[in-house]
């Protein structure tokens, strides 16, 4: 577990708490509105492979235990700042979350933001590099 020192956090704007999220979450048609898919999208139909993943990394999507979420809305809600979220833009970021996070039901707090599911056999691991460069911003 990370000491509190090491987990930098970012003040967010008022409203903009996780209570803020979670209303936010909880309006009719939040699902289209957070994902950017529209009204008639239904989370978690899609099947998703990583190579839409990173082809949508500027709209935010990324991966989390095989789920595709689009993290963009999420992101002046996030109290670890805009520059540590964005970092799993376009990739897996499920290492990265579980050194942070991993007492946290993400799948619950992003469940609006759920694109769809990775393709079986498409979910990466991150590389060394990524690892590496990704342990400055946790």
Same mark, same amino acid.
């Given at each position: 577990?990370? &000491?509190?020192?090491?987990?930098?956090?970012?003040?967010?704007?008022? /409203?903009?708490?996780?209570? *803020?999220?979670?209303?936010?979450?909880?309006?009719?048609?939040?699902?289209?509105?957070?994902? /950017?898919? #529209?009204? &008639?999208?239904?989370?978690?139909?899609?099947?998703?492979?990583?190579?839409?993943?990173?082809? *949508?990394?500027?709209?935010?999507?990324?991966?989390?235990?095989?789920?595709?979420?689009?993290?963009?809305?999420?992101?002046? =809600?996030?109290?670890?700042?805009?520059?540590?979220?964005?970092?799993?833009? /376009?990739? @897996?970021?499920?290492?990265? =979350?579980?050194?942070?996070?991993?007492?946290?039901?993400?799948? =619950?707090?992003?469940?609006?933001?759920?694109? #769809?599911?990775?393709? @079986?056999?498409?979910?990466?691991?991150? &590389?060394?590099?990524?690892?590496?460069?990704?342990?400055?911003?946790?």
């Amino acid at each position: 577990m990370p &000491s509190m020192e090491s987990r930098r956090k970012s003040p967010v704007a008022p /409203g903009y708490s996780q209570m *803020h999220w979670m209303r936010l979450c909880n309006k009719p048609g939040a699902a289209g509105a957070l994902t /950017g898919l #529209g009204p &008639s999208h239904r989370p978690g139909a899609r099947r998703v492979t990583m190579e839409e993943v990173r082809a *949508h990394k500027a709209e935010g999507w990324t991966v989390l235990r095989g789920k595709v979420y689009c993290i963009a809305q999420y992101v002046p =809600f996030h109290p670890g700042g805009a520059r540590t979220l964005l970092s799993g833009a /376009g990739r @897996d970021m499920t290492k990265d =979350f579980d050194k942070v996070h991993r007492w946290v039901n993400a799948e =619950f707090m992003m469940e609006k933001c759920l694109v #769809g599911m990775l393709n @079986d056999g498409q979910q990466e691991t991150i &590389s060394e590099e990524e690892e590496h460069d990704s342990d400055h911003l946790a």
